[in-house]
């Protein structure tokens, strides 16, 4: 369950769509209602993929909030990516770069509690239901929900946004890809279909589904030309949420206002968040420059994403006398693959030894000592610091969801844990180069004149590392001498983000630096990452160019599991044998977020379990600490 937020709430009748049908002979009107009634599901006001929802029917407002937060300030952020180009955010996964921020305007079906896991609460529907087999799913909207130009936001609406954004998104594609038939059903309500019976995801991942305004895409701009859902813009567009875009210097800066009128302010689901008048990011292409800025109080918050800069960089006048705070929030939320990303789609990269032998080239404990100040932990997993991850040798139910492919994936997956080579040492170092030689040896390759070669042909093994951000070079710059060690011929190249994402659109590239996040909760989002469909589809997640039928089976198995612990097992087995494939070379990760921010801002006293720092959705503007800190 990954992509967008995530699901909801109430009671209500909804005959309305019910198909009018002959009565049966002797059977009263009143009888047969009843009846229908009885077998109709019940309206829920929140979902969950682990049980009970925490909270009740009619809750006041979530717990890790303060209702009583004061409405006021701006707050001043970093952008994310360098630069944007566009404000449409339905074809944001294959044209243009949409800004930080843009999720401040429009709303989903459903929001998320940042203290429960996989669980949803309704935002722009006030209630859901769904038959026990998970076939369909019914929304119904709230009443009072508004577009900014004062407009309902209506069942077309959703239906033509999901038609959109399946169309021209490929990440939506493929996340709503059972999802076959969305329809209005009632004055209020959407029905979505599935292609089958059993996916107990997609009730809940269909409220994450951002829904925009039909009719002011279907319309004309200032100048009279008809928008296009399809193409880029900066026209700023209309939304329902908390906030409109006020300004914005193309590719430099964007302002969101809040809307003093929304009409959800008072939802439950929004007591307590919302609380600044502006949000503002600001884009630097240079992240030395972003940094300068954030000491030079031209910046007001900023996650760090550095270890050097969390260890040498934050030592200027402002942090020694508390004028600035430096914070990290434990991450509870979510597991990460971060790794070297080899584009199997490449000939070099299309033999699984190979693709080992770069593993036994990356030093990492060297690494981590030199640039990173020994703040990090190696990855061993595609779900790494989650209960989902693998570890020793499959068993139990594992086992018995691996058997079913045992003939389709390697056979070391049943006799052999994952585990990353490890350096540190000029022993370790040596012996881990002479394995690397012995796989490209065995894999057809040969080092003639301190050059490695294909042996039939004689074509020098080439690699470029492609990146988009400075910081990133650095790394691979550490990389590229232990691989040249290996005679390959290595070239390390940094472009502009608009850049860099046209190339990953259209698989032009051999050697990046790539993440996925994971939820507690994998699910339909799989598919994106690691399934055949997604590997031909451009912008799509499915970066590497994994085509592999036994690695379908295994997503479908996490989508299709029935309970926690069979969803524990699945996941497991596909991580296992996505390991064992050998198709990145895994990076590092640290287990908090860390934060400095200027001490102008109020927070709850409980911080949600699940929501990291959750700035700025939750905190507020202090007047009081900023006229303390001046400016």
Known sequence: ????????????????????????AGRPLVARASAQAAAAPAWRHGLSLFGKVKYPDGFPHFDYVNPQAPKAGAVRQTGAGGTFDSFNVV??????????????????????ALDEVATEYGLLAEAVR???????VTYRLRAAARWHDGQPVTPEDVVWSLAVFKKHHPQYAAYYRHVVKAEKTGEREVTFTFDGPGNRELPQIVGQLLVLPKHWWEGTDASGNKRDISATTLEPPLGSAAYRIKSFVAGRTVTFERVKDHWGAALNVNVGRNNFDEIRYEYFRDPTVALEAFKADQIDWRSENSAKNWATAYDFPAVKDKRVVLEEFPNRSSGIMQAFVMNIRRPQFSDARVRRAMNFAFDFEEMNRQIFYNQYQRISSYFHGTELASSGLPQGKELE???TVRAEVPPEVFTKPYVNPVGGNAQAVRDNLREALKLLKEAGFEVRDRKLVDAKSGAPFTVELLADDPSMERVMLFYKPSLERLGIAVSVRTIDPTQYENRLRTWDFDVIAASWPQSLSPGNEQREYWGSQAADTPGSRNLIGIKDPAIDKLIERVIFTRDRDDLVAATRALDRVLLHHYYVVPQWT???????????????????????????TIWWYDAGKAARIGK
């Open 1 to 24: 369950m990954a992509i967008t937020r995530r699901v909801l709430l109430q009671s209500g009748a909804a005959l309305a769509a019910a198909p009018v049908l002959p009565l049966a």
């Open 91 to 112: 074809v944001s996964g294959v044209k243009g770069v949409i800004p930080s921020g843009m999720g401040l305007i429009y709303e989903s079906l459903t929001t998320p």
């Open 130 to 136: 769904y038959p026990e087999d998970y076939s369909s």
């Open 401 to 403: 969801i691996l058997e």
């Open 590 to 616: 640290y287990p908090y977020q860390r934060t400095a921010r200027w001490d102008r801002f109020g927070r709850p006293e409980t911080m949600p379990r699940y929501g990291l720092a959750a700035f700025p």
